[in-house]
T-cell receptor, first 116, second 113 residues
Framework: AQSVAQPEDQVNVAEGNPLTVKCTYS??????LFWYVQYPNRGLQFLLK??????LVKGSYGFEAEFNKSQTSFHLKKPSALVSDSALYFC??????????????FGKGTHLIIQP | GAGVSQSPSNKVTEKGKDVELRCDPI?????LYWYRQSLGQGLEFLIY????????KSGLPSDRFSAERTGGSVSTLTIQRTQQEDSAVYLC???????????FGPGTRLTVL
């Protein structure tokens, strides 16, 4: 079964420092991987996706993610954190049934807290 | 253009009542999804519609849950005989094809008293 895991419940980073939010995956075939962000009392917003091609994927708000096949990881990164980046981050991958791609399976989420 | 919209934004109901949640996807998006977000269960996939095709209902938590999509556009999620454990935020999303990035609505917060 397809699954993604986020090993950290919370990540604390000082403003201006680089940040990393970790995600590992267990999927069969070529993985499709997504990162979403959720601000308080808001819906989920798409940040970036990996389908194929370059291992470094660039997305919204200056975020990027590195796909690493040997480590089955898709960590979210940003070179310089902003206080406004504080939010809940989810890694996700499509589930598959006999009829093809289905909905997304999500990691449990990581609270990112950027300290001024 | 307009994003995914959901109504109502909040719904408080009494145990045993039926509720209906509505989702308007982004115009032209063929795929529509329902998810549930709760503290205990995280983000949970419920059901997926591709165009007018009949959905796979196996992800729905119980037979009290049903969903339909009319004309390949608007969708409603119906919960019959609500229970307290149904309290959650119900999120709708749409995408142009699947798999592809999904765009989420703001959600409906359901509280069952």
């Amino acid at each position: 079964a397809q699954s993604v895991a986020q090993p950290e419940d919370q990540v604390n980073v000082a403003e201006g420092n680089p940040l990393t939010v970790k995600c590992t995956y267990s999927v069969s075939g070529n993985p499709y991987l997504f990162w979403y962000v959720q601000y308080p009392n808001r819906g989920l917003q798409f940040l970036l996706k990996y389908i194929t091609g370059d291992n470094l994927v660039k997305g919204s708000y200056g975020f990027e993610a590195e796909f690493n096949k040997s480590q089955t990881s898709f960590h979210l990164k940003k070179p310089s954190a902003l206080v406004s980046d504080s939010a809940l981050y989810f890694c996700a991958s499509p589930m598959y049934s006999g009829g093809g791609a289905d909905g997304l399976t999500f990691g449990k989420g990581t609270h990112l807290i950027i300290q001024p | 253009g307009a994003g995914v919209s959901q109504s109502p934004s909040n719904k408080v109901t009494e145990k045993g009542k039926d509720v209906e949640l509505r989702c308007d996807p982004i115009s032209g998006h063929t795929a529509l999804y329902w998810y549930r977000q709760s503290l205990g269960q995280g983000l949970e996939f419920l059901i997926y519609f591709q165009g007018n095709s009949a959905p796979d209902k196996s992800g729905l938590p119980s037979d009290r849950f049903s969903a339909e999509r009319t004309g390949g556009s608007v969708s409603t999620l119906t919960i019959q005989r609500t229970q307290q454990e149904d309290s959650a935020v119900y999120l709708c999303a749409s995408s142009q094809g699947n798999p592809n990035e999904q765009f989420f609505g703001p959600g409906t917060r359901l509280t069952v008293l």
